[in-house]
């Protein structure tokens, strides 16, 4: 039986040497490079630019607000989460058991971001931070007095 595998130009458009036909194989790219589940310490984020605030989403499927930490430090944001599963299932004499844990860290850099009115809301697996942007300090030119000291006239 023939097994469909999507076409990748790159496979076909010179030889290929024999460590890196593993290392092109899917299963073992993902191992190697740490984008699998097996090595992830890190999560998918999306970021928005509203007019006001940038949004960032974060993928945190599976995981409660205690898990999740959010740190502000020297004008970088530390978005971090640590995770314990346990799955166990017996079934007529058979038995499954299965453990996981983990961390996973990203941090974002906050030019321009008014840190002290940073929020999160987490809804449906997807952690939702608010980076209201700072706003502009309006310049203006103001005209400083210039005072003169009087001297003093001591009296004899």
């Known amino acids: 039986m023939m097994t469909m595998i999507p ?3 790159r496979y076909f458009s010179r030889p290929v040497k024999p460590f890196e036909s593993i290392m092109n194989d899917p299963f073992f790219r993902s191992f190697f490079s740490g984008s699998g589940d097996m ?3 890190s999560f998918r984020v999306d970021i928005r630019d509203n007019q006001d605030a940038f949004v960032i989403e974060a993928e945190m499927p599976g995981l409660s607000e205690e898990q999740i930490t959010l740190e ?3 004008g970088v944001l530390t978005i971090s989460a640590h995770y314990q599963t346990h799955t166990e299932q017996e079934d007529a004499g058979k038995m499954y058991s299965e453990r996981r844990s983990g961390r996973m860290q990203r941090s974002f850099n906050l030019d321009s971001i008014d840190a002290d009115s940073i929020s999160a809301n987490l809804k449906n697996g997807i952690l939702y931070v608010n980076l209201p ?6 310049k203006s030119a103001r005209r400083i007095p210039v005072h003169v000291d009087q001297p003093k006239i001591e009296e004899s």
């Open 39 to 41: 090595l992830s310490s």
């Open 7 to 9: 076409y990748r130009h």
């Open 72 to 74: 502000v430090d020297e």
């Open 133 to 138: 942007k700072e706003k502009p300090v309006e």
